[in-house]
Every structure is written in structure tokens, then in C-alpha cells.
């Protein structure tokens, strides 16, 4: 199991909200299914991991999932008041919590029992859809550093990972904007191809070691758009527009 650095906490977003058991356990049943990853996150922890659901205990309203390769985080998963989980089910976010989990051994390996949550939290919405960039032409958003103690002002261009109404994920595996987690930059400049430019004002809000394939990890921060003006909404809007047209026709065979 990979390890990952926390998501902030789950917003309350009671449009959004499911409280149908039946609902709920399809949707577990579907993250199952497909082996979604999910990122678990310990109540008011710095840390997480990505696991999966091993099996559904509809019987005793309960789910397995796989547990982590360090046993500190599985002792206080037992301890912890709540646990948070995200993820991503049909480019759907879902999210929900539970309570303590309680050790437990599938298939002759230990895993980790949680309880059915209550609610679920399931957004399905324009400004939550988000287009992946990394499969096409490298899109970069420059970023303007303020002097500091030690350092001169610089520019720094980071790729785009993917791309929503509300804001980006930016690759930085060299970790050039440090540990961002809350931070404003500001003038920060993107080019859509086809389409215009931005500049606006990011506010990194989450920060994950993304698992990739042979162990390997990718530093993605999560960027919120903050004040952007209607103007540029529109531009941010056309460019998700065109790179959805684009990708369905290339699944479509036109392309």
C-alpha cells in the first residue's frame, strides 16, 4: 500500500449529501468493484495512505479494506475518534467518514474494519468534473516567488495535472513551492492553448504523493482559483468545453 500526504477535511456539502443505506452500499459496492483507491485519512493526522476495499460485510454493516505497511498508522486507526476517506468513483467525488477501525485478518492477511458510514457525500457537478491534461500537450502555469531571507524572486512553471471549473492540480515533484499547503501566490499565469490566458491568484489547499506505477510517487497540489474574474471564467469554461469535445471524439474514433 502506497502512503500519501492528508487531504484537508471533508467539507460539509449537504446538496450533495446521501443518507440511503442502499445508495451507500452500492457506491461501496462499486468502489470495490473497480479497485478504486482511497485516500484514508486519520482525524487531525498529517498523514494517509491509499487503500482499497477488500470486501463488503453487508451482514454486520461493515467494510475490509487493506491496511498499511506501517504499523504506527494501524494502531491509531484503532484509536482515533473519526476517519476520513476520499475518492474518486467515474469521475464522481465521494467522500465519507467513520468511526475507529478494528483490526482484523482476510484471507490470511491483516486488514482493517470500519463501520458503514451514516452519509456520503457524492458530487457530481460542472465544477467538480475535472479534465486530465497530462495526456496531451503539457499545459504550465507560471508561478511568481516573492523574495525571501534566502532567496531572490524567481518565476517557477509547474505542469498542469488536470483542470475544473473551481481550480488546478500542479505536478511538483521537485517540491519548488515548499510545503504550500494554505499558501496564496499570486500573479500566477496560464496559457490554454487555443483558447487565452489567465492570471490569477492560487490557494494551495491540499498537497498528495500520488501513487504511480512500481512504487513510484508524484507530487500533486491542489490549487483553488480565488476571485477569478467572470472573464476568465469563461476562458477556464471553453477550455474545459474544448478538451471534453476533444476527448470524446478521440474514444469516439474521430480523432
Known sequence: MQNAAASPSIKSEE????????????LLGSLKEQKGLILMRLHDSAQAIVTTILDIDAKNSSIIIDNSSRETFNQRATTVERIRFEATLNKIRIAFSSAQASPCVLDNRP???????????RVQRRDAYRIDLLSGK??????????AATAKARNVTLEIKDISSGGIALVDNERLLGEATGVFFKDCH???PGVGAI???????RSIEEPLVDDKKRRVLGCQF??????MMILVLRYIGMMERRSNAKWQGYE
Open 199 to 205: 492570471s490569477t491568484t492560487l490557494r494551495v489547499v
Open 190 to 192: 496560464i496559457e490554454f
Open 226 to 231: 480565488i476571485n477569478l474574474p467572470n472573464p
Open 15 to 26: 446538496r450533495y449529501l446521501i443518507t440511503s443505506q442502499l445508495e451507500i452500499l452500492a
Open 138 to 147: 503539457p499545459v504550465t502555469c507560471n508561478i511568481p516567488l516573492p523574495a
Open 111 to 121: 486488514a482493517l474494519r470500519v463501520a458503514f458510514p451514516q452519509s456520503m457525500i
